[in-house]
């Protein structure tokens, strides 16, 4: 997705996947669902999800990298067009961006989202405090 994000509070952005659905009126000014129309696929916000290219999944690797080499942490966006806690996201998805996670310890995982009840329940079983960062 992007390297240099023109986002101030955060350095990347990346997408696992792309989709989700209005759970109600926080949602009513979607920056999402808004580009999903711009693009001509407003079914991402009518239920349907869509995971991101094997290629995008990989550059999170790479910025942990070169974070790591310069001694500098990197915030990095997760899911701008999706929602990590949505209830109808593929299961399997979120497991394996949770393993990117904690793959990527040089890197600040900034995950919003507009289901809050759903994160403990979501969380890995070792996700404890936390995972320890470098």
Known sequence: ?????????????????????????????????????????????????????????????????KAHAEGVRRRVFCASLADVFDNQADTKWRADLFTLIAATPSLDWLLLTKRPENILDMLPPDWGDGWDSL
């Open 1 to 65: 997705m992007a390297e240099n994000s023109k986002i101030e509070w955060c350095d990347c952005t990346f997408n696992p996947w792309v989709g989700c659905t209005k759970v109600g009126p926080p949602c009513d000014h979607c920056y999402a669902e808004s580009w999903a129309k711009r693009a001509g696929h407003p079914e991402l916000w009518q239920g349907e999800r869509r995971r991101t290219t094997a290629a995008n999944w990989r550059l999170p690797i790479k910025w942990n990298a």
